[in-house]
């Protein structure tokens, strides 16, 4: 089984790491991608300051949205066993990814830890916007609108809570309010995906709200845990989130200037590194634009001058992932383990074919 390929042409794995090392080398603006478990991640940001490259995550977009709820405006968060454990109300809000549905399960299979509280209230704020959205994994009273978007939901929530009149109605809101009132500890549930900036900020200052008179939390799902676990990574290595770049070795952060899909679509990069454990497609290139695929796959990547197959945390080997159960980075044990080489080891090696050999710290 081949796991190297320059072109279409399968070859050994070294002949593939010396070709891309010689890509990096001759590159003059070289870009990142990082879709990798916690090891693979350090590899590669450690690889990107060898090489002066800025990194991104292939959902750059949203995990920036997600960075910016904490960096720029800030909440009022609790942890995923403290909500399982206290929460006597649950409202989820927008659209929360289908791989959150066996935590959703679990917390609805238990009860509060009180004597006095018998059963767990659930509700789901949505907006029109979220109409074809996943059906949930739990069952939850609807609170909105037909033709409100989920930041007017949200608002006309917030300031019925504040005793203002308002114009529109919502569906349920007197249930919902009903409970929040009589709630002990009301935990409001989002994801990166729920919204855009300004309904997560809304959101943020209706849970501060309550906890004017009470007590109130959120809880933050990602809207992917791996992307998550490489916003982690990066910042205990650099200080900072993907989209970070380096400027005479110093990591540069710059959700705008080092967005990667960004970059390519208007032609300043001259090489793109393609880092991806999980699959998935590369951004389209411009035909300046040289591509070095490092991807889960059984065949050459279309397009790329250089593509190696590697394995997947988790599954094809041992490895260090994200989890939102725990709220913190768990040791995943292969499924079903392959002969393919770990993204760390294949950056390992790439890190030794550029000029000076020197090995990564990583």
């Known amino acids: 089984m081949s796991v190297a390929w320059i072109g279409s042409q399968p070859v050994s794995l070294m002949d593939a790491v010396r070709k891309a090392g010689g890509l990096l080398k001759a590159s003059r603006c070289p870009v990142f991608t990082i879709d990798a478990d916690v090891h693979g991640t350090r590899s590669a940001i450690a690889l990107a300051e060898r090489v002066g490259a800025p990194y991104d995550h292939p ?3 949203t995990l920036s949205r997600e960075v910016a709820l904490f960096t720029d405006h800030g909440g009022m968060f609790t942890t995923a066993g403290e909500a399982r454990n206290r929460s006597d109300v649950i409202v989820l809000v927008g659209d929360i990814p289908p791989h959150h549905g066996g935590l959703l399960l679990d917390w609805a299979s238990t009860q509060p830890r009180s004597d006095k509280l018998k059963t767990r ?3 789901h704020i949505r907006g029109s916007e979220y109409s ?6 739990v069952r939850a009273v609807r609170v909105g609108g037909d033709d409100l978007s989920l930041g007017n939901v949200l608002a006309v929530i917030r300031a019925t809570l504040q005793g203002r009149q308002t114009l529109s109605s919502l569906t349920n809101i007197d249930r919902l309010l009903k409970s929040l009132s009589a709630a002990r500890f009301p935990v409001f549930v989002f994801s990166g995906a729920s919204g855009q900036m300004p309904d997560l900020i809304m959101l943020q200052e209706m849970v501060a709200d309550l906890n004017k008179k009470g007590r109130a939390g959120s809880v933050f799902l990602p809207a992917d845990e791996a992307a998550w676990g490489t916003a982690l990574t990066s910042l205990w290595m650099t200080g900072f989130p993907p989209r970070t770049g380096f400027i005479d070795s110093l990591p540069s952060y710059d ?3 080092w967005d990667i899909q960004r970059m390519i679509r208007d032609k300043e990069p001259d090489l793109h590194v393609w880092m991806s454990t ?3 497609q590369p951004p389209s290139k411009g035909t300046r ?3 070095i695929a490092l991807e889960r796959t059984a065949v050459p990547v279309q397009g790329t001058a250089v ?3 590697v394995g997947q945390a988790g599954l094809d080997h041992d490895g260090v992932c994200y989890s939102s159960r725990t709220g913190t980075f768990r040791a995943v044990q292969a499924v079903e383990p392959s002969q393919l080489p770990s993204l760390s080891s294949v950056v390992r090696q790439l890190a030794l074919a550029l000029p000076g050999r020197k090995a990564l710290v990583c």
């Open 132 to 137: 074809g959205a996943p059906k949930l994994a």
């Open 121 to 123: 209230s659930w509700f």
């Open 59 to 61: 959902l750059g977009q």
């Open 307 to 309: 593509t190696i197959a």
């Open 289 to 291: 634009l040289s591509l």
């Open 255 to 257: 959700p705008v200037r």
């Open 278 to 280: 999980r699959g998935g």
